[in-house]
């Protein structure tokens, strides 16, 4: 009785002084861990003082900001290719079949054709620039590169510090506990929330994907159909085919989103790893029982468990890396078509 009494009161207070989840747990920064101790658990925070811990905490948020920058600006390149991609394929297209039927196009209309090669020169030029910076600035590997040393030092960090309390502190029950709540909060639950709530995003973009592509095919039927029946009896209203052109270009960006974003596959492989995080922590009491009974290796042995875990999606992530290049690769392939179609009109 006196024994589990005991193991009771290291794990009530060890989870007294490290706190439980918060949703801005993620905004602290490694670096400030020790302080953040300070005051609940000094024992802790004089460990993580240690210097192999504040030097691998300073270079992952290097590394994290850094990851964090080229994604940002890889996000917003490739989807301003992708956009005037669009533009400069339905306004190319546009304005050879305004040429096509423009003795029969009326004076106020002839500007048109005009405005619209103005969109296709401005969107083509745009596409080719962004699409340039794009490759030739190696955006791309430069986030993959920043974002796998960011995520190697994330497990580094606990790593190096479960390895310092089970190899220094072997006789101290009480650390190895605060050092297990500590790595629960700040790493287990950071991740695990992580991985539920992109699952959830990634799964609400595909379905926006999916809206996309349905509009699509909606106005690609009903240009190229309906459009080309009544063309039959009014020749006028072939014109108005450029709605099948816009449905094919809207279905090239539907596409590209996907490809890019990788919603569909994303949104399954991530609920399956939270899925397979949530089966280790059903063993967190278990390990908070080991730890109180004096067992010094099960701590490192559930934080390789969850790591290996993370290891294995961090490893998927980064494969995707020459996918995303082949989808800026065909944004430039597409590129190259409008302009030759150019030339050939």
Known sequence: MNQKTDHLSLVNQAEEAIGFSRS?????????????????????ASLLRHQ????TARRYERDDQRA???????????????WAVFAAT???????LFTANSKEVVVGVQMIPLALGIISLVGGAWAALVLHRVSGGHILERWMQARAAAETDRLGYFNRLMRLVSEKHSDDPQ??????????RYQFTIQQKYYEERGIKHRNSYKKTISIGSAAAFILALGSGVTAILGAFQAELLQFAALGILGTALATVA???EELNQDERNSERYRRTADLL???????????EAIAMGSVDVLQQYVAAVHEQLSLEHRQWLSETEEM???????SRSLKKIKQQKIRG
Do not use: G
């Open 175 to 184: 650390l190895q506990m605060l050092c297990l709540e500590f790595f629960r």
């Open 90 to 96: 339905v306004s190319a297209a546009s304005v050879a």
């Open 24 to 44: 801005n747990d993620y905004e602290i920064k490694p670096t400030r861990f020790a302080d953040h101790m300070e005051k609940d658990a000094p024992q802790l």
């Open 325 to 331: 290049d082949e989808t800026i690769k065909a944004l």
């Open 255 to 257: 596409s590209r989103r």
């Open 68 to 82: 964090r920058d080229e994604q940002a600006h890889f996000k917003r390149l490739s989807s301003q290719a992708t």
């Open 278 to 288: 949530s089966h280790i922590r059903e063993r967190h009491s278990e390990v908070q």
């Open 52 to 55: 192999a811990l504040t030097e």
